[in-house]
């Protein structure tokens, strides 16, 4: 699916893009623009209309004596090409850029510089239209002038995250992982970004946090303002901006049968996951923060199969020592009992940067040094972090799975490494679980195509199918214009399952899956045919998942692998998909939060 921007008005409109997280919110804006000069938006009151007209004219006065300046210095030394400052002067105090802003503040209420970028680029349009270079060139002027009263109109810096309040929703031009992490500790509503993709790192973090949430939407920090009414219809992926009483109402419906039948859903979350000819599979849930391990349990998993680390090294000055990092991964391992929890190693790099590693920038980063390659780059810092979890693992079950691994090679150095930390540790008298088993996330091609081999080595395979679907299909996955390419039931994707599957059977290894295609309910019934032993997801899809589960017999989900594994091309395996879900489940899950159509694309 690309983006569809509507025609918008920024009223009573909607916005298409891609719901990467189910839900709907309903709240007023929090514009976050970061991308160019970060111009507040606001509605103001009728009372403080005349002080935006009085603010808007002392910044004229202001740009006009600046250009004055420049002229006489550029007139002092001998300069007489100053022309065009005469023409910026002009401009300034022209009817249809001072009368238009006035006239808009006051009839649509709105704030100075809101109602300046409207008046600038409706001028602008105006330039662009007429048929003449002469003309044309002068949009330069237009935008120059405007920029200049923009800056002496505002004095202080746009709020950024720490200053959002619980009840607002996001609108930005992009979110990085780490501002979504933020968002953990300041919950809003929900959000909506211009770009982003499917299985984005931010995507993932709003279904984490169980906010509605919609990317690719091109272009909503154009035409949302703060405190505009929105709603976010997380699982259509719209956002419908000022809506009508009507529609309000409906979504506060809709929003209210949601919860219902979420609620339904969760009063069995704890019973587990179990086909109806006795099949049983692990869920696990995935984790980015230490203080969402309680969340995930709580939602019904048995474990942790998916601890990103990566977020402990996010928004902050230096990096967590040794001990911090032991403390984090204790408090983990010990919540999740027997168990236990599968922590990932440092897997930064792609969409994820951290702020005291200064890296080089890459022309591709999904492609460079990026998690265990850095980490094996630099054995310093990867050391830190395969002590703190040594120690952590006398206090439980805990598993060291390592991230993006291509080949035999780095396999055999990363436990050459925890070898070593081992023999250190003992040296030093601390305490260390006999055995740590030690696996690896099969989620580049290379390293499905020698699955088989790599199961001999290692004690688990976590499959990744956000990055083995980025890999395998070339696409980007913090790309919205590339989005209608992520298929997880491409026939090249489904033959490289299977054999992964079958590689770890043979080997005697547990596999799992801990991408996002595990806590899609449209998969549910081909993974349980593939024979993964765990599905590792977000908490917020653990309930429905198990449902699903539980719904299910494992025979007709092998039958039906069997029949898509005949099948060519993508988009006859989802509809055929889509239509042995619908008969295996008889109707049995809702359409408020699991609809098959959803999935298949043209
Ligand atoms: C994956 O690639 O599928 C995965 C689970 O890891 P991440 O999304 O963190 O890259
Ligand atoms: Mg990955």
């Known amino acids: 699916m690309s983006n569809q921007g509507s025609d918008v008005k920024t009223s009573g409109s909607v916005l298409k893009g891609i719901g990467v997280s189910p839900g709907y919110a309903i709240g007023r804006a929090h514009l976050l623009d970061r991308r160019r000069m970060k111009?507040?938006?606001?509605?103001?009151g009728p009372t403080e209309i005349a002080n935006e007209i009085k603010r808007f004219e002392d910044a004229l006065d202001e740009s006009e004596a600046q250009i004055k300046e420049i002229k006489d210095k550029l007139q002092n030394a001998g300069e007489e090409h100053f022309f065009i400052l005469d023409a910026h002067q002009l401009m300034i105090r022209d009817e249809m850029l001072v009368d238009g802003v006035r006239n808009m503040i006051t009839e649509q209420e709105i704030n100075a510089e809101w109602a300046l970028k409207k008046n600038i680029k409706s001028i602008r349009q105006l330039f662009e239209n007429i048929d003449d270079e002469y003309f044309r060139e002068r949009r330069a002027d237009v935008d120059f002038v405007g920029d200049r009263i923009l800056r002496n109109l505002m004095g202080s810096a746009h709020p950024n995250l720490s200053q959002v309040h619980g009840d607002s929703i996001i609108v930005a031009h992009d979110l990085s992982p780490a501002d979504t992490a933020f968002l953990l500790r300041t919950p809003v509503l929900g959000f909506a970004t211009d770009v982003g993709g499917k299985t984005s790192h931010t995507a993932i973090m709003a279904r984490s946090l169980e906010l509605p949430a919609v990317v690719g939407t091109d272009h909503i920090t154009e035409v949302v303002g703060d405190g505009d009414m929105l709603i976010i219809d997380g699982s259509a992926g719209r956002v419908l901006i000022n809506p009508s009483e009507d529609e309000l109402?409906?979504?506060?419906?809709?929003?209210?049968a949601y919860s219902a039948r979420r609620a339904q859903l969760a009063m069995r979350k704890d019973e587990p996951a179990c086909t109806?000819?006795?099949?049983?599979?692990?869920?696990?849930?995935?984790i980015e923060l230490h203080e969402e391990c309680g969340m995930v349990l709580d939602s019904g998993a048995e474990s942790v199969g998916l601890y990103r680390t990566e977020y402990l090294y996010m928004n902050r000055e230096t990096l967590p020592d040794e001990d911090e990092q032991y403390e984090h991964y204790r408090h983990v391992v010990e919540l999740c009992g027997a168990e236990g929890a599968t922590i990932r190693t440092l897997d930064l790099g792609g969409d994820k940067f951290i702020t005291p590693l200064k890296l080089g920038r890459e022309l591709n980063p999904v492609m460079g040094l990026r998690a265990i390659r850095f980490c094996l780059r630099e054995p310093g810092i990867f050391k830190v972090q395969l002590r703190a979890l040594l120690r952590a693992s006398a206090y439980g079950n805990l598993r060291i799975m390592v991230p993006l691994i291509s080949g035999l090679s780095e396999v055999r150095a990363v436990k050459a490494l925890v070898a070593v930390c081992r023999e250190e540790l003992a040296a030093e008298g601390r305490a260390v679980a006999e055995r740590v088993p030690l696996?690896?996330?099969?989620?580049?091609?290379?390293a499905a195509v020698i699955a088989d081999i790599l199961a001999r080595e290692v004690d688990f395979f976590a499959i990744g199918t956000n990055d083995l679907i980025q890999y395998t299909l070339a696409i980007d996955r913090a790309n919205e214009h590339v989005t209608y390419l992520y298929r997880p039931l491409h026939p090249a994707l489904l033959r490289m399952l299977k054999f992964i599957v079958d590689s770890a059977r043979d080997a005697g290894i547990r596999v799992s899956m801990c991408g996002e295609m595990a806590g899609d309910a449209f998969y549910t019934a081909i993974l349980v045919g593939l024979g993964l032993d765990e599905l590792s997801m977000n908490a917020v899809s653990i309930p429905l998942i198990?449902?699903?589960?539980?719904?299910?017999?494992?025979?007709?989900?092998?039958?039906?692998?069997a029949e898509v594994l005949t099948m060519g091309d993508a988009p006859e395996i989802e509809r055929h998909v889509a239509d042995r879900v619908k008969h295996l489940l008889q109707g049995q899950i809702p359409i408020e939060v699991f609809d098959p159509e959803h999935h298949v694309q043209t």
Do not use: F, W
């Not at 198990?546 to 692998?561: E, P, Q």
């Open 39 to 44: 111009v507040p938006k606001y509605h103001v």
């Open 249 to 256: 109402r409906r979504y506060q419906r809709l929003q209210m």
């Open 276 to 286: 109806l000819d006795g099949r049983r599979l692990r869920i696990a849930g995935n």
């Open 439 to 446: 696996g690896i996330m099969v989620e580049l091609p290379s």
């Open 546 to 561: 198990k449902h699903v589960i539980r719904s299910i017999r494992a025979d007709d989900c092998r039958t039906l692998l």
